[in-house]
């Protein structure tokens, strides 16, 4: 069964630093590209980047800040966040699109960003 288990999140203080884990299973994880979205309360779902071989952050408000990598032996793909803003406040999710083209996503890692 694919599964994919989002962890890391928390709340922080404005100019910190958290670094978000997806752990994935039940498909051939090195294959694929995993993505990373967030969601903030009454705002639509931003895509942040994904990382196959390479990374590609996508949301212009988090580049220089937020970074990505995947360890294919513990099938873990990470989100590193520094010098987070509030405005990074959202429930971070992971995904991924199988040959399928079913979407299989996380339940999501909260992450509040005080002033």
């Known amino acids: 069964q694919v599964q994919l288990v989002e962890s890391g999140g928390g709340l922080v203080d404005a100019g910190g630093s958290l670094r978000l884990s997806c752990a994935a299973s039940?498909?051939?994880?090195?294959?694929?590209?995993v993505s990373w979205s967030r969601q903030a309360p009454g705002k639509e779902r931003e895509l942040v980047g994904s990382?196959?071989?390479?990374?590609?952050i996508s949301l212009d408000s988090v580049k220089g800040r937020f970074t990505m990598s995947r360890d294919n032996d513990k099938q873990t793909v990470y989100l590193q966040m520094n010098s987070l803003k509030p405005e990074d406040t959202a429930v971070y999710y992971c995904?991924?699109?199988?040959?399928?083209?079913?979407?299989?996503w996380g339940q999501g890692t909260q992450v509040t960003v005080s002033s």
């Open positions: 039940g498909y051939t994880f090195r294959s694929y590209a």
């Open positions: 995904h991924v699109q199988l040959w399928t083209r079913r979407e299989y």
């Open positions: 990382i196959y071989t390479t990374s590609t």
